[in-house]
C-alpha cells in the first residue's frame, strides 16, 4: 500500500505544530514575566489578556513567514485555556469561575458555530442541564441523609446537627438583649413621653470581613451562617450605639435608623451602622 | 398586629412602648437561579424568579418581626422601616431585605 501523501503537506504539519509549540512557549514567558512582576490592577494581573496574545501574534508571524498562511491561533486558544485554569481556580479559589471565565469561553464557542448549533448550546443544552443539576442535587442531599441516619443507628451515636453547631449565635435571642438595655430604641421620631433633652446624633458602627462562598457544595448552610452573622453584628452595632449615648446621659434614641452598607475593594468587608437622635425622656 | 410606617397611629392612643424588632432574611446567590435568570435577561420578560424569592424573603422578615413583637405583648409596629441591600458578590446577587421597627401596645 502506498498513501500518496505529498512531501510539502506533511513538512507543512510539522511546520505548523513547530510554529503553535513556538507561540505557547512564548506565551507562557510572556505570562510567567507578568505574573513575576506583578504587573496587575485591582489584582487582575495584566497577563490573562497579554499572554494568549503574544501567543497567538508569534504564532502567526512564524506561520506566514515557514508556511505561508496563518493557521488560525491555536496556541491562544492553549494559552487561554492556561492562564484561566492557572489563576482562577489554581491560583485564586476565592474568586473562583466567575462570568468573565464563562463569558470568554462561550465567547469562543460561538465564534467556532453557526448561530443554530450556538442557540442549542447556550439555551437549549444549559437550560436542561440545570434542571438536572437541581435534581441530582436534591437526590444526593437525600442520599446524604439517610446515610448519615444508618451510620447513626449502626454506631450507636447520637446524631448532631452539623448545621446548628456552626451557628455560634443563637437566633431566639435576636434583640432580647437589645431591648433589656436601659436605653429605649424608637424606629419613629415622636414618642408619647416628654422630652427633656436632645443630645444630638449618635452613632454605633461596625465593620467585618466578608467570606466569598462562591464555590460550595452547601449554599442554605453558607447563607444561613452569614444571616446569622449580619444578625449579630447588627445587635453589636445597636450595643455600640447605646453605649456611646449612654455616655451622655441619654435614655433613649429617637429616628433610629440601621444601614446595610458593603464598603472596601470590590465591597469585601460590611458594615453597619446604626445611627439616631440621643434624648433624655 | 398592626404594621405601620408612621410615626403615631392616629386615633388610638399608644400606652406602652416595648423596644426594637427587627427581621431579616437573604437571598444568596444560587448557580441555577442566576441561570435562568441570566436566560431571562438575554431573552427578555421579567426575571420571576427573583420576584418571587423577594416576596417570599419579604414575608419571612415580616413573620420574624411579628413573632418578636408578639413575644413582646406589643399589639402593633410602628414606625416600620424596610430595606432592600444589594451585598454584592461577584456575580453581585446576594440580596438582603431587612426591617425594623418600634412595638407598642395601643388603646
Known sequence: ?281 | MILSSTNTLDNKEIINYHGLVTGESLIGSNVYKDLFSGVRDVVGGRTSRYEVEIQKARELTFDSMKKKAEELNANAIIGLKISYNNLGGTMGNTILVTAYGTAVTYK
Open chain 1, 1 to 281: 500500500m502506498n498513501f500518496n501523501i505529498p512531501k510539502k503537506r506533511i513538512s507543512n504539519s510539522k511546520n505548523a505544530f513547530l510554529s503553535i509549540s513556538i507561540g505557547t512557549i512564548a506565551g507562557l514567558i510572556t505570562y510567567h514575566l507578568f505574573l513575576h512582576f506583578h504587573i496587575a490592577i485591582f489584582g487582575w494581573n495584566f497577563g490573562l489578556v497579554f499572554a494568549p496574545l503574544v501567543a497567538g501574534y508569534i504564532e502567526t508571524i512564524l506561520a506566514r513567514k515557514i508556511i505561508g498562511e496563518s493557521i488560525g491561533a491555536i496556541s491562544a486558544f492553549i494559552l487561554f485555556i492556561f492562564t484561566v485554569i492557572y489563576s482562577f481556580i489554581l491560583k485564586n479559589p476565592t474568586l473562583g469561575y466567575n462570568v468573565i471565565t464563562f463569558g470568554s469561553l462561550a465567547v469562543i464557542l460561538q465564534a467556532a458555530l453557526p448561530t443554530l448549533i450556538n442557540h442549542f448550546l447556550f439555551v437549549v443544552i444549559i437550560g436542561i442541564l440545570s434542571y438536572f443539576l437541581g435534581i441530582f442535587k436534591k437526590i444526593t442531599d437525600y442520599f446524604n441523609y439517610f446515610l448519615k441516619l444508618i451510620y447513626h443507628k449502626i454506631t450507636g451515636k447520637p446524631q448532631t446537627h452539623s448545621l446548628k453547631e456552626s451557628i455560634e449565635y443563637d437566633e431566639n435571642l435576636e434583640n432580647i438583649e437589645i431591648n433589656s438595655l436601659n436605653t429605649l430604641f424608637i424606629s419613629s421620631s415622636e414618642v408619647r413621653y416628654k422630652i427633656k433633652e436632645y443630645k444630638g446624633i449618635f452613632e454605633g458602627r461596625i465593620l467585618f470581613p466578608k467570606d466569598t462562598f462562591l464555590i460550595s457544595s452547601n449554599f442554605e448552610k453558607k447563607e444561613k451562617k452569614l444571616l446569622n452573622k449580619l444578625k449579630h453584628a447588627k445587635e453589636q452595632a445597636l450595643l455600640n450605639l447605646s453605649e456611646s449615648a449612654e455616655k451622655e446621659g441619654c435614655n433613649c434614641i429617637l429616628n433610629l435608623s440601621i444601614e446595610y452598607d458593603t464598603v472596601g475593594l470590590g465591597g469585601d468587608s460590611f458594615q453597619i451602622v446604626a445611627k439616631g437622635t440621643g434624648v433624655i425622656i
